[in-house]
């Protein structure tokens, strides 16, 4: 069974700190990783996608990758209470299909 | 434009009604989703569409039916759903692409479902 593990949370920040989001994956043949935010009520927004070990960065999101480790992480710079929703992280097998496998999500909580 | 649109937003019916969802796509995506979500779960994969054919069928029951009438619609036929079948549906697409990142999924809003 390939599983995609997040810690539920929830996750709380002050407003202005850095929020920091994990995931870890079973299939070493993994080849591209998702970021998704979902506000309760609402589907999920794609916020990045990475497939290449390191980092990467857009705005005030990085996302990091390390598939040694079977890891990928998602920091959110300077907390925004708007920020607070659950965030699930994904993850494409590859191969035949685009089938993505999601985590159960982080639910983040930005305090005032 | 990344705008995979559902209708309808809210939908309530009875056990022995016949209805339909629809999604669509203006992207020029080849490859469409149905997702089920309930409450504080993940989305879960029901139907995958390539090219306007159905790939992917993940053991949904027959009372669920889905169609693709061309690349840039998606349907998804009810009949005879039962209360537990009450969830958000969700509605993706993607390009058909086997470079990294074309494979990114994007969500409609997606159609809450309460079965009576």
């Known amino acids: 069974q390939k599983e995609v593990e997040q810690n539920s949370g929830p996750l709380s920040v002050p407003e202005g700190a850095i929020a920091s989001l994990n995931c870890t994956y079973s299939?070493?043949?993994?080849?591209?990783f998702f970021w998704y935010r979902q506000y309760s009520g609402k589907s999920p927004e794609l916020i990045m996608f990475?497939?290449?070990?390191g980092d990467k960065e857009d705005g005030r999101f990085t996302a990091q990758l390390n598939k040694a480790s079977q890891y990928v992480s998602l920091l959110i710079r300077d907390s925004q209470p708007s920020d607070s929703a659950t965030y699930l992280c994904?993850?494409?097998?590859?191969?035949?299909?685009?089938?993505?496998?999601f985590g159960t999500g982080t639910l983040l909580a930005v305090q005032p | 434009d990344t705008e995979v649109t559902q209708t309808p937003k809210h939908l309530v019916m009875g056990m022995t009604n016949k209805k339909s969802l629809k999604c669509e796509q203006h992207m020029g995506h080849r490859a469409m989703y149905w997702y089920k979500q309930k409450a504080k779960k993940p989305p879960e994969l029901m139907f995958v569409?390539?090219?306007?054919?159905?790939?992917i069928n993940e053991s949904v029951p027959s009372r669920f039916s889905p169609e693709c009438p061309n690349s840039s619609l998606l349907n998804l036929h009810l009949h005879a759903l039962q209360p537990e079948d009450s969830a958000l549906y969700l509605c993706?697409?993607?390009?058909?692409?086997?470079?990294?990142?074309?494979?990114?999924?994007?969500f409609g809003p997606g159609t809450r479902l309460l079965v009576l």
């Open positions: 299939d070493r043949g993994s080849q591209s």
């Open positions: 569409y390539s090219y306007e054919k159905l790939s």
């Open positions: 993706a697409s993607s390009q058909e692409s086997r470079n990294l990142g074309g494979e990114t999924q994007y």
């Open positions: 990475i497939y290449s070990n």
């Open positions: 994904a993850v494409n097998l590859g191969g035949a299909t685009n089938k993505l496998i």
